[in-house]
Structure formats: structure tokens, C-alpha cells
Nanobody, 119 residues
Framework: QVQLVESGGGLVPSGGSLRLSCKAS????????TTWYRQAPENERDMIAI???????QYADSVKGRFTISTDNAKGTTYLQMDDLKPEDTGVYSC?????????????WGQGTQVTVST
């Protein structure tokens, strides 16, 4: 059974930094891609960043130049480094990963981690 666990959220002042982690555990063969999402209060869940095993990386316009996604395959972990945080970055951050296991290609979600940026 594969699980995704996020960590690294918290309260940070405007202009500060946080690094979120999305760690896959259990038995699997590889991570195909990982996507970070953000859901602000009363808003829809938006894609923030995606990283694929082939090296493709994309960011939402709102975070380009401030956020960096990276993956450590040996640790089964994808990171989201968030710099120059703004109050509008506040929300619940979730990761989604497509993972290859003995059961084939399956999609997993983490439980989410709260990020709050104060003014």
C-alpha cells in the first residue's frame, strides 16, 4: 500500500520561506509525476507546480520565480520550496502523485498541509 505524506506547512510572515515535502512510502517502482495544489478558503483547488520523471516542470503564473519544485527519487520525496511568500499564498497545499507499483499506474493524494502567510 502506497501512501503520500505531506509536511512542512506552518505560519510564516510575508516575505518568508517554507519548504513542503511530499513523501511516498510503501512498495512502489517509481514516481511518474508529482503535482502540488493549493486551495485557499472558499476557492477551488489550483495547480501550483508539477514535476515529471522525464524532467518536465511547470508552474502556475502566480508562483513563477518564487516557488521551486524538485524530486529526490532515492527518498521518494518531492519538495516545494516557497520563497518570498505572500498572504495570497495562504491555503491548504496538497500533493498528488502518479506512481508505478505492482498494481500498475495509480494516483495517490496526500492529506494536505496548511500554509498561512501573515501580513
Amino acid at each position: 500500500q502506497v501512501q503520500l505524506v505531506e509536511s512542512g506547512g506552518g505560519l510564516v510572515p510575508s516575505g518568508g520561506s517554507l519548504r513542503l515535502s511530499c513523501k511516498a512510502s510503501g512498495r512502489f517502482l517509481g514516481i511518474i509525476d508529482t503535482t502540488w495544489y493549493r486551495q485557499a478558503p472558499e476557492n477551488e483547488r489550483d495547480m501550483i507546480a508539477i514535476s515529471t520523471a522525464t524532467g518536465t516542470i511547470q508552474y502556475a503564473d502566480s508562483v513563477k520565480g518564487r516557488f521551486t519544485i524538485s524530486t529526490d527519487n532515492a527518498k521518494g520525496t518531492t519538495y516545494l520550496q516557497m520563497d518570498d511568500l505572500k498572504p495570497e499564498d495562504t491555503g491548504v497545499y496538497s500533493c498528488k502523485a502518479r506512481i508505478l507499483s505492482d498494481d500498475g499506474f495509480l494516483t495517490y493524494w496526500g492529506q494536505g498541509t496548511q500554509v498561512t502567510v501573515s501580513t
